[in-house]
């Protein structure tokens, strides 16, 4: 079965203290991988799309990164700004033509001044 | 450019009762999906249409259809509400095709009492 697991559930930084958020999956075969920022109360906002290992995509604090089993979401130097919870999801081969994502729980990214 | 709209933002409705969402897409793009969010969970999909032909659905029971119109706005159906149907309803469009990323709408939240 097809499925995405994200961590930690939470995460606390000071502003400028970087760190990465981890996406693993299994799925039976990956046409690709995507990052999205949902704020409270909104819809997910688009950030990346990764589609094979190896492949990097940077976004001004952000860098997404793939290897076959995994991604990371990198943040460098975060501003409060940044604060919102991050989701994971990838489209895999057995979702056939329906464009279907499977999500991730998502990382809740709290950034302190 | 406008980005997909839903409507309406909010929406409380009684245990047993029917209930219509609605979604314009993204000018240009022909396919339309649709993912339900509990709180704290990431978004599941429910349907995708495309040329307005349903092209997958996900797990959920017969009471949830879909359909899309010629213009490829679409419409979210839930007949006989239960307090479990309560969510964040998610409206997705893209130009379809594999590996094209989802743009949502920022949702309608449902609360059935």
């Known amino acids: 079965e097809d499925q995405v697991t994200q961590s930690p559930e939470a995460l606390r930084l000071q502003e400028g203290e970087s760190s990465s958020l981890n996406c693993s999956y299994t799925?039976?075969?990956?046409?690709?991988l995507f990052w999205y920022r949902q704020d409270p109360g909104k819809g997910p906002e688009f950030l990346f799309t990764?589609?094979?290992a190896g492949e990097e995509k940077e976004k001004e604090r952000l860098k997404a990164t793939l290897t076959k089993k995994e991604s990371f979401l990198h943040i460098t130097a975060p501003k409060p700004e940044d604060s919102a919870t991050y989701l994971c999801a990838v489209q895999a081969d057995g979702s056939g033509n329906t464009g279907k994502l499977i999500f991730g729980q998502g990382t809740t990214l709290q950034v302190k001044p | 450019d406008a980005g997909v709209t839903q409507s309406p933002t909010h929406l409380i409705k009684t245990r047993g009762q029917q209930v219509t969402l609605r979604c314009s897409p993204i000018s240009g793009h022909k396919s339309v999906s649709w993912y339900q969010q509990v709180l704290g969970q990431g978004p599941q999909f429910i349907f995708q249409?495309?040329?307005?032909?349903?092209?997958g659905r996900g797990n959920f029971p017969d009471r949830f259809s879909a359909r899309q119109f010629p213009n490829y706005s679409s419409e979210l159906n839930v007949n006989a509400l239960l307090l479990g149907d309560s969510a964040l309803y998610l409206c997705a469009s893209s130009l379809g095709g594999t590996g094209a990323p989802l743009h949502f709408g920022n949702g309608t939240r449902l609360t059935v009492t």
């Open positions: 249409y495309y040329e307005k032909e349903e092209r």
């Open positions: 990764l589609y094979s």
């Open positions: 799925v039976s075969g990956l046409r690709g």
